[in-house]
């Protein structure tokens, strides 16, 4: 699975954890769900992650293992799909059989930490003096910390650069809303389509429409400010104008990339796990932030995730585990990992050896720089259901049955009573 599907498919479970608790249908086969997951002896740990995709032959096991090797014990891992993995975490923790590190999607931890399932870095001494106050903060329920990132990706905007050549667009001009409305008037006016992005009733568009929301300077607590409707006046107008094709109700963040892979398309809306793909367009191209209103790069959602220590009935193994979790968020190993995992690194001091490695990763970090967590100012669990209503709400505005502000306003309603 694609690390962009990681993003969004982990927190379509997540709506849905609150029944996950009870929810014994879900029988586990493996192994590790039989016994204590945690390792039968004290020279067992047990770790649980999101990349299926690595066998043990890979980059990222093989680092697993020397983790656990410089720690002194052996590890037994296992790479579950995202949504498995939350409710295989949910259900080990009722069973007493959590795994002793587990790493999940950002916008999880709080949901598990709210669930008492995880340990705050109080417990496990974990060091995170060296990440991004911005990162960490996805990370962060009722002024406690869970876990450390791994690293994180985000959004941007990619172009075209031959069809900007052809509309008469210099990309370094778009540096807010106006401008880049402006170029692609402009790329419309050349005969070329202007930009391409996921506004899907999924939590996949909502986090492709967080920058323009959170862009204009709205806040999740009041979906209905004259800010928020004003970015969801501007999604509107690109479809009316034309400047957006009406297939983005329907476009996942894949099925858009290809969109844009067509060549057809000035803009696209779109993360760090597609530069590979990118390569492979036939075209030249280029990536700069996404604007803000007023100018400036706009606040992205932060993917990617966390290491996190579950809570153990034996407090001694923290000891062994928090080195386990210092080895793979420690600055000689993040590099490799965050390499291996597409990802832009958690720390200041990586970021610049990953720039240095690939200047590409400039305007990554940049936007990682500016970016915020989905469940941040202390959202935790309430931001799924706060999500759902701005998806209702951008659904109802850009298919034409509800004007911007009367979309946002019902689902203003709607978010506050879910929350209460």
Do not use: H
């Amino acid at each position: 699975m694609t690390l962009s599907g990681r993003m969004w498919r982990g927190l379509g479970a997540v709506a849905a954890l609150s029944l996950a608790v009870g929810v014994t249908a879900c029988s586990n086969n493996d192994s590790s769900s039989s016994s204590k997951a945690g390792g039968s002896s004290q020279g067992t740990y047990t770790i649980w992650d999101p990349y299926p995709q690595f066998d043990d032959s890979s980059d990222w096991v093989k680092l697993l293992q020397k983790c656990g090797t410089d720690a002194g014990v052996t590890v037994k891992r296992t790479g579950f799909d995202t949504t498995d993995l939350t409710n295989k975490a949910l259900l080990a923790a009722q069973q007493g059989n959590s795994p002793d590190v587990l790493i999940v999607d950002n916008p999880v931890v709080s949901t598990l930490a709210e669930a008492g399932v995880l340990t705050t870095t109080d417990d496990t001494k974990i060091d995170t003096s060296a990440v991004e106050p911005n990162l960490l903060a996805a990370g962060q329920l009722d002024g406690k910390t869970y876990g450390i990132p791994i690293g994180a990706n985000t959004l941007a905007l990619y172009y075209n650069k031959k069809v900007l050549d052809g509309a008469k667009v210099d990309p370094a001009t778009v540096k807010d809303w106006a401008s880049l409305t402006a170029a692609l008037q402009k790329v419309k006016a050349a005969g070329k389509k202007g930009i391409t992005f996921s506004a899907i009733g999924t939590e996949e568009g909502s986090f492709q429409f967080l920058p323009w929301f959170w862009g204009s300077g709205a806040n999740l607590t009041q979906l209905d400010s004259a800010q928020g409707v004003a970015s969801l006046q501007l999604w509107t107008d690109w479809l009316k104008k034309g400047y957006a094709p009406n297939s983005v109700l329907n476009n996942t963040q894949t099925t858009s990339w290809q969109e844009f892979a067509t060549g057809d398309f000035a803009f696209s809306e779109n993360g760090t796990w597609q530069l590979a793909n990118a390569k492979k367009t036939g075209f030249e191209y280029g990536i700069i932030p996404i604007p803000s209103q007023a100018g400036g790069t706009a606040p992205a959602p932060t993917g990617g995730e966390f290491v996190t220590a579950p809570v153990q009935n034996d407090k001694a193994r923290y000891a062994t585990t928090e080195k386990i979790m210092g080895c793979l968020s420690s600055a000689d190993n993040a590099l490799t990992t965050d390499t291996t995992l597409s990802y832009v690194a958690a720390t200041k001091a990586v970021q610049e050896k990953q720039v240095a490695a690939n200047p590409e990763l400039k305007v990554w970090v940049e936007a990682v720089g500016a970016a915020k967590g989905r469940t941040s100012d202390n959202l935790g669990t309430k931001y799924p259901k706060i999500s759902e209503q701005m998806w209702t709400a951008f659904q109802a505005a850009l298919s034409g049955s509800k004007s911007p502000q009367d979309a946002l306003k019902a689902a203003q309603t709607a978010a506050a009573a879910a929350t209460k």
